[in-house]
């Protein structure tokens, strides 16, 4: 699955654990489903048939069940058929199907028939809707098929699948399998369409859709590829079609392993709440993530096409052909998916420079890790609140890194084939972490298993600090690293590390395995122990090595190492180990980066300083700095043309949105307001690069009459991703009452659910709109509160973690526990240990940054 935002942490009160697990007597072998919606109703009725193996003699088997209403239900075994009474367990969400005389133990077959809802919470078996019509879609990770089918509904449980799904004339259907048969009946109206048996799969992997959708169609290595859509929408699919193309062929050549399905369909979701999901055969998506107008598309927009695609069909191989054995142990699926992702693209598009998107990415996931409310990347989840809890940064984005880390100390071909034999060994099964760095140490000769297990079951960062090399060594220490300089750790840790010096060829590697150890250094330009940016952890040198850094930093070392370097120097700051009068004058000299990602790197942690450090005073003198700083680079940047390459054109966007936002640069912002009355008027008519910080820039700084513009734009639109950024602008108008306008047209029914707490999130997260946002969430909260998902209510409360005041903090922990968000705790200590770390930082650091600002010579001079 494929997170909207990928920093989710969820969390919800639970009763003690174990309790939820199915007991392991019985065992699925196959399901033989049918199921026929009503979508004029909201409802379903289902027959199914299971074929179970019991490991001993029993009078009841346990299944998982929700919200499904049972008619009849019968057990058959060893040649004689009783009927069940069905007891429900709901805490457990489980049903206990109870006969008269025990059954032996060996092969049994349990059939029911019964009925449950199409509900509208984008879980289980639901209901989409369009303004022409209703979809059945499904989404079953991790814990809903049982909301569909009675089911053992946990990942090891694999058993093959048979779908039938009777749907109205004119509508088809979607499974994992091809169509087999399609026959008119059983009534009037109907056709009656089944599938082909599945391979050994987990339940929440089956997929079923039911609608007009359309599909555009290609093949690579023999497979039929679709890509489908509701009607109006279908040739926005072309672009992730060719995209799956390219990647089944790459899959297929790097796994060594032919994909495992019959055919690969995607399909584009009008209400979906995550970004994607890995369903086996049968892709789902959100159209913003999937569906892009290839003449309006800006190379972001691709880039998230492609990302999607790449990670849900990495998850064909890793996941779905390959699952692991518990929820524990998701991040082998999702970490790996995230890593395999960005391997993929790069290969198929290497302009887009996916390695420096890497950088960004673990630079982030060390800040998130680095805070007092983390936890283990293999964690406890045996509930589904604990279960839900997984799909976080941990899982995806600290998964990946250390996968990341581990392929550069063994080698890309090395890694491979230790993949290679991973996969092989557990076709069609399920298998843990230690199943998968088992592989890699046997293939690598390398101590694999000792690395991964250390950062697998140890949270947080480590923080390696280097002594100046002498006699071809240097003395390493490790410690746990914390962003607030307040926070100690309550036990020394230590990780295993692969250390990877940069040299001249491929980079050396030292396993660090002590808290202080001498490691040998080679001989080269630069002493950095980042060696391409991949190792997780922080690092710090002595005043004279980090001058010596930064003095070659632009031609000695990659984009990648340069935005590795930058991050670890703003961490060091927020720690406490240095000044943001370093920091800035890091920014400064390297202002002139020509390369987007790391201007980006920068201008982040300016946006940082302006939104989490500075007074009001300070920020108008920041405005003039960025302005000083960063105007001559764009008017260098500025004689771009759509032909010029991608990275010429990403870094004169960046250097754009930089002014506009940060800088108030009052030509930017006319610029701005000129370039989004243009693509009101017609999308083709902008820069696809410049269009989004255009939109922002000119809402931050808009009136009504712009505000009714993209209100209706949002609305009219048939462009996804035209839609959605109308939408989020919304919640950047800084006028109070064109904000409000915005919260109570989320609040208001007319936006889906999927989308609606966006707008909050975006206001929540900016300093000049978060109060009035607040204010509004908490004297409107049964209105919030009703378009919430799962997801969307963990996103919110999230963000309230941009609050920087010990007040806001108190705020913040009180409405929420006296308003509980569902599967929101954990993202409510996080959010308000986010608020006491930014009010540490601003003590320690705003007199700093007001000091450094007043030698700058700035006059503010007009920023609007």
């Known amino acids: 699955m494929f997170p909207v935002c990928a920093a989710l942490l969820w969390l919800m009160c639970s009763p003690p654990m174990q309790a939820q697990r199915l007991p392991t007597d019985v065992t699925p072998q196959h399901y033989s489903l049918m199921l026929e919606p009503n979508l004029t109703s909201a409802t379903f009725t289902g027959k199914e048939e299971i074929e179970v193996t019991l490991a001993q003699p029993s009078a009841s088997i346990t299944l998982n069940a929700v919200q499904i209403t049972f008619q009849t239900v019968t057990i058959s075994a060893d040649g004689k058929t009783q009927t069940a009474n069905v007891t429900e367990n709901k805490p457990d969400q489980q ?213 999607d695609v790449a990670h849900e069909m990495a998850h064909q191989w890793f996941g779905d052909m390959v699952t692991m054995n518990w929820w524990n142990n998701l991040w082998l699926n999702e970490g790996f998916a995230t890593w395999m992702e960005s391997k993929a693209v790069a290969a198929w598009h290497p302009d ?170 080679p001989s080269a330009e630069v002493f950095y122990a980042n060696a391409n940016g991949r190792g997780y952890y922080r690092t710090e040198y002595d005043t004279a090595d980090t001058s010596k850094i930064l003095s070659v930093a ?27 009068a370093d920091y800035m004058n890091l920014v400064s000299q390297l202002r002139n980066d020509p390369n987007a990602d790391v201007i980006e790197e920068l201008v982040g942690a300016v946006a940082a300083v302006d939104e989490r450090i500075a007074t009001p005073a300070d920020r108008k003198l920041l405005a003039a700095w960025v302005r000083e700083q960063f105007r001559p680079a764009y008017e260098r940047a500025q004689n771009v043309s759509a032909s010029d390459p991608v990275a010429k054109r990403q870094l004169r966007a960046t250097l754009f949105a930089v002014l506009g936002e940060i800088g108030r640069d009052p030509q930017i912002i006319a610029e701005a307001k000129q370039l989004t009355e243009k693509y009101i008027a017609n999308e083709a008519d902008v820069e696809p690069e410049l269009a989004h910080p255009a939109l922002v820039i000119a809402s931050e700084n808009g009136d009504p009459h712009l505000f009714d513009q993209l209100q209706a734009l949002s609305k009219t639109s048939n462009n996804p991703d035209a839609q959605r950024a109308a939408l989020i602008s919304l919640a950047n108008f800084r006028d109070p009452t064109l904000l409000r306008r915005a919260l109570d047209y989320a609040t208001s029914g007319q936006v889906r659910n999927q989308d609606s707490a966006l707008l909050f999130v975006t206001a929540l997260r900016q300093r000049d709109t978060r109060p009035i946002a607040w204010e509004y969430i908490q004297q409107n909260w049964d209105k919030v509160h009703a378009q919430l998902t799962t997801m969307m209510g963990v996103y919110l409360v999230d963000s309230t973690g941009s609050f920087c005041s010990a007040e806001k903090s108190q705020q913040v922990q009180t409405f929420f526990t006296a308003h509980p968000v569902m599967a929101a705790q954990r993202s409510l200590q996080r959010a308000t240990d986010s608020i006491h770390d930014c009010t540490v930082l601003r003590a320690a650091q705003q007199p700093k940054l007001t000091e450094w600002l007043a030698q700058q010579n700035l006059a503010a001079g007009s920023s609007e």
């Open 95 to 307: 049903v206990t199907l109870h006969v008269a005389n025990a059954m032996p133990a060996g092969a049994a077959t349990i059939r029911i028939e019964y009925s449950g809802i199409l509900n509208d919470h984008l879980r289980g078996f639901y209901l989409s809707k369009t303004v022409r019509r209703n979809y059945a879609v499904t989404q079953f990770e991790p814990t809903d098929a049982r909301r569909a089918f009675p089911s053992f509904d946990e990942p090891a449980m694999k058993a093959t699948f048979s779908v039938t799904l009777i749907v109205k004339k004119g509508d088809t259907a979607i499974s994992n399998t091809n169509i087999i048969s399609d026959q008119h009946g059983p009534a009037a109206g109907k056709h009656t369409i089944r599938f082909v048996t599945t391979p050994k799969m987990s339940t929440y992997l089956v997929a079923f859709l039911v609608g007009d959708f359309q599909c555009v169609s290609g093949e690579s290595d023999g497979v039929p590829i679709r890509a489908c859509a509701t009607p109006d929408k279908v040739q926005m699919g072309t672009y992730a079609l060719h995209a799956a193309e390219f990647f089944l062929h790459y899959y297929d050549n790097y796994f060594g392993i032919k994909y495992p399905m019959p055919k690969l369909d995607m399909i584009a979701i009008p209400d979906f709440e995550a970004g994607a999901m890995e369903n086996f055969g049968a892709i789902t998506y959100r159209e913003t993530v999937f569906l892009v107008d290839e003449k309006t598309a800006s190379v972001n927009a691709e880039k998230l096409v492609a990302i």
């Open 554 to 580: 632009e031609t000695g070392l990659t984009p990648p190492e340069r935005i590795g370097l930058a991050g670890d120097e703003w961490a060091l700051m927020r720690s406490g180990r240095s000044s943001i």
């Open 352 to 521: 887009w420079n996916i390695p420096q998107d890497e950088a960004l990415s673990l630079d982030n996931v060390l800040n998130y890790d680095a805070g007092k409310v983390t936890r283990a990347i293999r964690a406890k989840a045996d509930t589904p609140a604990e279960i839900n809890e997984m799909f976080d940064g941990i899982t995806y984005q600290k998964g990946a890194a250390v996968l990341a880390m581990t392929e550069n100390y063994e080698g890309k071909e090395v890694f491979r084939r230790g993949v290679h034999a991973y996969l092989e060994a557990h076709m069609f099964a399920n298998a843990t972490a230690q199943d998968f760095w088992n592989a890699q140490t046997a293939t690598s000769d390398k101590p694999i298993d000792k690395v991964m297990d250390s950062f697998i079951a140890e949270p947080g960062v480590p923080l390696l600090t280097f002594s100046s090399p002498q006699n071809g060594s240097a003395m390493v220490s490790q410690q746990r690293f914390y962003l607030n300089p307040e926070i100690h750790a309550f036990q020394a840790q230590t990780w295993t590390v692969p250390v990877c010096f940069k040299t001249s060829r491929d980079p050396q590697c030292e396993p660090l395995s002590s808290s202080q150890q001498g490691l040998p250094v």
